[in-house]
């Protein structure tokens, strides 16, 4: 059976090859246009990320939004408008800096 070509190991090695090869191929363009899709689909969710990254190190959340009329009346003008912690006000959690949440404390002490 040396001549069947079928049973020689540099052909069958040769089909495989060729099938991998084709295989490989294939599945390249599909990762490919996966990958595509994929960058599609997470490109919104990553700059959604980003977004909420940037507003928690430089944006909104570092922004005071005690409302210093109500919260704490007596102590109006102590806010500096740098929120350092969030606490949690009715339904909401809110952004306070350190002289608002010391005064509202105070303010719910006194109560
Ligand atoms: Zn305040
Ligand atoms: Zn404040």
Redesign the pocket.
């Known amino acids: 059976m040396a001549g069947n070509a079928d049973n020689n190991p540099a052909r069958q090695f040769t089909v495989a090859w060729q099938a991998a090869a084709a295989a490989l191929e294939e599945w390249r363009q599909q990762v490919a246009a996966a990958t595509t899709e994929a960058l599609g689909k997470l490109d919104p969710a990553v700059r959604a990320a980003m977004e909420a990254g940037r507003a928690a190190f430089t944006g909104d959340w570092r922004a ?1 939004r ?1 409302p ?1 009329g109500t919260a704490h009346p007596d102590d109006r003008g102590v ?3 740098r929120a350092v912690l969030t606490r949690r006000l009715g339904e909401a959690d809110v952004s ?2 350190a ?2 949440a010391v005064a509202q404390g105070f303010a719910e002490f006194s109560r």
């Open positions: 005071c005690c210093c806010c500096d408008g306070l800096c002289p608002c």
